[in-house]
């Protein structure tokens, strides 16, 4: 049976992680809310299995929420991770890593709150993407550097997405760094998935999502 | 054999939930970073196991990190999970959903750096906390509130603690609030929890947690 994926349909943002994997692995898989209604159904559908927030996955009945845990849930089905307890529960945890780097992304471009524009938090968004650029790159990248050599997972997946991201939302920064096994990954990843990366179902980075270029939050 | 919990040895902070889930098990477990020269065990293991940051457990050669995992991995082995795969994972959301909040509770008062005083970001904490009061704690707890009564849980434990924190940190924002399930759940997890909570195995809140007082904060 093929799995239904719920997300936002105009962006990347932690959906695609989702799609990555589901990618990669050839899976039969509906992104439900880009289909006709989708983001209707989609709504419905959250408030019907008590899911807090996009994106859920659903497949024979299981109800999976939050990007990580989706993919500890995929993991084994796709191949895409071991199933032994001990070693699904690492990648778990690196994946829950990632997760956490991604709220500090977002953050740069609002570090006060999603209900109110970028515009409205320039200013504190220039402090807080000064600190991001200087101390939290260095410390998650330099990080997922030392994991980039592991087994091919759907971790593996995650830090490509995260590289190419942060290629797009930071350039400059990302220019002046050196993170020899990322960009290996990320070139290794870039092949195995040039045939989605090429379609139409790869949405193109924008403004709406996790990673988005502001030159001047790039220092 | 009994469990390694690795956290700060001098607040609640996320190692909390792990704590309460064990404390209301019974189960045999050291709190390894509170005993002798505790913090550079910690840190030793930390970097033997490559785990990004505290908490982490360990249990018969499994390592576990980020509140939610461990929980996770403990939910069932304590009795505070069910087995079965689609219901615990559900609870796993539930938590993960929490560790979200979490996040944003600690944004009030580091909304620029967590390498930066508060004092150094107290204007930006001002605006964000005020987003947090209006707009957050209604989003998040109005949907905690909704599950609530689910059957007890490892979530139930942590819902507790996520508003015993709120009353801390809040305590003139919650008096406006009306969250009947919760208030009762927290009443019925205080009184479970008794023992422990009067033990001095619980660290009371203080200045350096997720949960933080500052009057200005609290509208």
Redesign the interface.
């Known amino acids: 049976m093929s799995y239904e994926l719920y997300y936002w349909p105009s962006i990347q943002g932690r959906g695609e992680f989702v799609r990555l994997a589901l990618e990669d692995a050839g899976a039969k898989y509906e992104d439900i809310a880009r289909g006709k209604n989708g983001v209707d159904v989609m709504m419905k559908q959250m408030k019907r299995h ?4 996009p994106p859920f996955l659903i497949h024979q ?6 990007t ?2 989706i993919l500890h ?1 995929l993991g084994p089905r796709l191949r895409l991770a071991p199933k032994a ?2 070693a699904r ?2 990648l ?2 690196l994946q ?2 990632i997760t ?1 780097f991604l ?1 500090e992304v977002h ?1 740069t471009h609002h ?3 999603n ?2 524009y970028y515009e409205d ?1 320039r200013a ?1 968004s220039l ?2 993407a000064k ?1 991001f650029r200087e ?1 939290r790159i260095p410390k998650f990248l330099g ?1 997922f550097e ?2 980039a050599t592991l087994p091919f997972s759907y971790v593996s997946l995650s830090l490509f997405q995260v590289m190419e991201g942060l290629d797009y939302a930071f350039p400059e920064t990302m220019r002046k760094t050196n993170y020899r096994n990322l960009r290996k990954l990320q070139e290794k990843v870039r092949k195995r998935l040039a045939p989605y990366l090429a379609s139409e179902r790869r949405i193109p980075f924008n403004q709406s999502g996790v990673f988005r270029r502001y030159p001047e939050l790039d220092g």
Not at 50 to 53: K, L, P, S, T
Not at 61 to 66: E, G
């Open positions: 008590g899911v807090f927030a009945k299981v109800v999976t929420s939050h990580a845990m849930y307890e001990a529960l690492r778990h945890g829950l890593t956490d709220v953050d570090p006060i709150a209900s109110l938090q504190e402090r807080r600190s101390s990080y030392t994991r």
